[in-house]
């Protein structure tokens, strides 16, 4: 699992960057909270957890790292397309960033739980 969370790692870095060049050329920078989010919780934290999976890989081999990897796969593409609707006015985006964010949050419980679980000395 964590060569999967390094390299989707990848495009959510690519794809962050991508929003930042574009929000640079244009200078229009609306786009902020997106470039933001993709590059945190695309980028940097799933880097990272490939990175702990890799370290440790008893709690990589579990059905929750799994659950981890499709709740924070589907969960971030939804949030970010809502948050990117939501900040350029679209008001009925709202029920899609708070889905996204939900199921985001429960993947990030579910990476926790796992690592409290299964990362041993």
Avoid: D, Q
């Amino acid at each position: 699992m964590g060569i999967k969370f390094i390299k989707i790692s990848v495009v959510y870095f690519v794809i962050g960057v991508c929003i930042g060049m574009y929000m640079s050329m244009a200078e229009k920078f609306t786009f902020k909270p997106v470039h933001v989010h993709i590059t945190l919780l695309g980028w940097m934290s799933m880097a990272l957890a490939g990175l702990i999976y890799i370290a440790f890989p008893a709690a990589a081999e579990t059905t929750m790292a799994k659950v981890h990897f499709w709740l924070h796969n589907i969960s971030l593409p939804i949030m970010m397309i809502g948050l990117a609707f939501l900040v350029s006015g679209a008001k009925t985006a709202t029920p899609a960033v708070a889905v996204g964010g939900t199921l985001m949050v429960l993947g990030i419980i579910v990476f926790a739980l796992n690592i409290l679980k299964n990362v041993r000395n």
